[in-house]
C-alpha cells in the first residue's frame, strides 16, 4: 500500500460511533496526472471539494476519526463503484446499462470536471484505470470499512457522515421555491441509507448552527452513501454537502474571509454530530 493512499486522523481515545470521511477533498495531484491532461492547475480542481478537509479538521478532538482521500477527484473518484468506468475515456471498457453518472463523463475514473470540460487528449488504458483502482479506491474503502466495523463494535452502532461541497449555482433551482436558499444538503438515499431519527440529530446540529439545511435535493447520496448506509444493521451513512460560496473564492480556489468563522461554526456542529448516541434518542422518545 502506498504510502499517500489514504490519510487518517485518529482521536487520542474513540468515544464516538460517528466516522467523517472526504472522498473528495485532497488538492495534490500527480505530476504524471498533470502531464497527461490538457487542464490548467485551476479548471482540474473546479471539481475537488476544497479546503474540505480543513473544515473538518477538528474531528478527533471529540473521539471520531477523520479519514481523508489520497488523491484528488478529478485523477480517481472515491465515490463511485469500480465498474463506473467510462467506455468513452477507458479502452476497452464495456458499457453496464445505462449509468447517467458515467455518461455524463464522471466514472470512477472522471473523463470531464466541473461543466463538462475534458480531462485528457486522449483515451486511457485499461490499465492505467486499474492501477489507480488498486493503489488509492481499494485502500481507501477498506480503511473505511475498518472504521465502521471498529465503531460498530465499540457501540453497537456506526454513522458515517460523508463530508462534501457543492457549488453555489447548484442550489438555484432549489433557491427559487425555498424560503431560505439551503446551504447544507444532507443525502440518505431518501431514508434508505439512514434512519430517520440519526438524520433529525445531524439536521437540528447543522440547524442550530444557524445553516439551512434540506434534504436530497439536489445530492440524495452516491455511491459511499449507497454502500455504507445500512440502517437495519445498525449502521448508518449520510452525506453531507455545504455551499462553497460560505467560507471560499469558488473562481480562484482560494479560502474567503469568511473562512475562520465558517471552521469555527462546523466545530460546534461536528461536537455536537459526534455525540449522537442512538440509545441517548430513543431514551427521549419514550
Avoid: K
Avoid at 480562484?252 to 449522537?276: H, M, Q, T, W
Wanted: glycine share 6%; net charge negative.
Amino acid at each position: 500500500m502506498p504510502e499517500n493512499a489514504f490519510h487518517l486522523a485518529l482521536p487520542s481515545e474513540r468515544r464516538s460511533c460517528v466516522v467523517f470521511s472526504s472522498p473528495h477533498g485532497c488538492g495534490i495531484y500527480p505530476e504524471s496526472f498533470v502531464a497527461l491532461s490538457q487542464l490548467d492547475t485551476l479548471a482540474i480542481r473546479s471539481s475537488e471539494d476544497a479546503f474540505v478537509d480543513d473544515l473538518f479538521a477538528c474531528v478527533p478532538e471529540f473521539g471520531a476519526p477523520l479519514l481523508r482521500a489520497g488523491a484528488p477527484r478529478a485523477y480517481i473518484d472515491l465515490n463511485r463503484s469500480t465498474d463506473e468506468l467510462d467506455p468513452a475515456l477507458i479502452e476497452g471498457a464495456r458499457r453496464h446499462g445505462h449509468n447517467p453518472r458515467v455518461a455524463s463523463g464522471l466514472g470512477v475514473i472522471p473523463r470531464v470536471v466541473a461543466n463538462g470540460r475534458a480531462i485528457y487528449r486522449g483515451r486511457l488504458p485499461m490499465a492505467e484505470a486499474q492501477q489507480r483502482i488498486a493503489q488509492y479506491w481499494h485502500p481507501y474503502h477498506t480503511a473505511l470499512q475498518s472504521l465502521l466495523d471498529e465503531a460498530h463494535a465499540r457501540h453497537g452502532e456506526a454513522i458515517l457522515i460523508d463530508c462534501h461541497s457543492m457549488p453555489h449555482e447548484a442550489m438555484d433551482g432549489v433557491a427559487r421555491t425555498a424560503r431560505r436558499r439551503p446551504e447544507i444538503v444532507l443525502g440518505d438515499r431518501f431514508g434508505a441509507a439512514a434512519a430517520a431519527d440519526v438524520v433529525d440529530r445531524i439536521e437540528a446540529a447543522f440547524a442550530g448552527a444557524g445553516l439551512a439545511v434540506t434534504r436530497n435535493a439536489p445530492f440524495a447520496g452516491a455511491y459511499v452513501t449507497q454502500a455504507y448506509g445500512r440502517p437495519s444493521r445498525n449502521q448508518h451513512a449520510i452525506q453531507v454537502e455545504i455551499d462553497r460560496a460560505l467560507y471560499m473564492d469558488e473562481a480562484r480556489i482560494r479560502p474567503s474571509a469568511n473562512f475562520d468563522a465558517v471552521r469555527e461554526l462546523l466545530r460546534g456542529v461536528v461536537a455536537e454530530i459526534a455525540a449522537i448516541r442512538r440509545d441517548d434518542m430513543q431514551l427521549a422518545a419514550e
